[in-house]
């Protein structure tokens, strides 16, 4: 790419990363890594006081104490005694209060907009399930911020086809609303077939053991289709082994099936374990969705994924050849989808090869990238 351009002094909000767990902070860290290798634009990355900081190739600053109304005014003092041009907010209703809504940030970020562009990157929206009422009155607040926070924006970018609809309501400027994908946090880290065999035969499994993988969001698992799967499978002519990654390690299984559990482990194991799986599982409530960087991963790691088809999946998932969607809530069909991905395993990984080339082509960090440069060049 040409580095000659002009890019505007760019900051990064974003409320946790390293040593905290944080998708979220992953996912701005990864965004920064990539400006700077791709386009050698060095973004500042503002995150909360306590996590790691850095200076090489961008700087990673641990300047906000709290996200109340005074550490915000603090902040944007920062911002223009840095002379910031543009600012990009990542954003979660929970990640910049534990109430799941924070008024003060909506009053920050249009303050923001009369001095710099104003970015906003929404990885979630607000709750708002009819089968769950506990979710209405909180619903009704997250969409009060959300939609100040958009208004207050002069660009909004969403990873969800379905959350970006949502978006759209709060404002009539649909110019200002960009798919933007969220890829996978974990970067591909081939390892050849011998030492693919190797690690599992580290690991204690089997050759004629299939892995299937659950990895990430625990919190939308149909969790009792995992306990009614592995005694299924254990009374099947199939030998399964379970690999649970993530924050997935502590879902439960009814035990009929071994079971290895890793909840922390760095970039480069989590691909390799990713790679002697055979099959990637996402039996999710509301249905797939491709803001999870869960799925980015097993689509860029050359997994088949099985999952469910429900009101959050985006349409382009139900093209891939190798995700096989069934309808959210049927578990007989959840069921039956995996053991025909078992039979046929050989051909499923195959698909997932183009699948693979799919994502490399229009999710990947370069079309994060692409997409928001004309939105990074300086004004002056």
Not at 50 to 69: M, R
Not at 140 to 157: C, E, N, P
Not at 180 to 203: A, D, G
Not at 361 to 371: A, F, R
């Amino acid at each position: 790419m040409n580095r000659s351009r002009a890019f505007a002094k760019t900051a990064i909000i974003t409320g946790r990363t390293l040593p905290h767990v944080c998708g979220v902070g992953d996912y701005s860290v990864n965004l920064a890594s990539h400006l700077y290798r791709e386009v050698g634009l060095s973004a500042k990355l503002l995150v909360e006081q306590g996590c790691d900081s850095a200076t090489e190739p961008f700087h990673i600053l641990p300047y906000v104490d709290n996200w109340s109304q005074n550490g915000l005014d603090k902040l944007l003092d920062l911002l223009e005694s840095e002379k910031i041009q543009t600012v990009i907010l990542q954003y979660t209703p929970w990640l910049y209060s534990p109430k799941g809504f924070n008024l003060e940030l909506a009053r920050f970020w249009q303050q923001c907009s009369q001095r710099f562009q104003t970015l906003l990157i929404a990885h979630e929206t607000y709750s708002w399930f009819i089968k769950y009422p506990g979710t209405w009155l909180l619903g009704i607040w997250q969409q009060y911020v959300l939609r100040h926070l958009v208004r207050s924006s002069h660009h909004v970018f969403c990873g969800s086809e379905v959350y970006l609809q949502r978006l759209k309501r709060f404002s009539q400027a649909d110019q200002k609303f960009h798919y933007l994908p969220i890829p996978s946090n974990i970067p591909l880290e081939s390892i050849s077939t011998e030492q693919r065999e190797v690690l599992r035969q580290s690991l204690g499994i089997e050759k004629s053991q299939a892995v299937l993988a659950l990895f990430g969001c625990r919190g939308s698992v149909w969790q009792d289709w995992v306990l009614r799967l592995d005694q299924g499978l254990k009374n099947s002519t199939y030998s399964v082994v379970w690999l649970l990654l993530g924050s997935a390690q502590s879902v439960q299984t009814a035990n009929q099936n071994s079971v290895l559990r890793f909840k922390y482990l760095s970039q480069r194991d989590l691909s390799h374990y990713l790679q002697i799986s055979n099959l990637f599982l996402m039996p999710h409530e509301f249905g797939l969705s491709a803001k999870r960087t869960s799925l980015m991963s097993a689509l860029e790691h050359g997994l088949p994924v099985v999952g469910t088809d429900g009101n959050l999946t985006d349409p382009f998932l139900r093209q891939l050849p190798s995700v096989s969607l069934v309808e959210d809530g049927n578990y007989s069909a959840f069921e039956q989808s995996v053991l025909t991905a078992l039979e046929c395993l050989p051909e499923m990984h195959r698909s997932a090869q183009d699948s693979q080339a799919y994502y490399y082509k229009h999710l990947d960090w370069s079309v994060v990238i692409q997409t928001l440069l004309p939105y990074l060049q300086s004004r002056a």
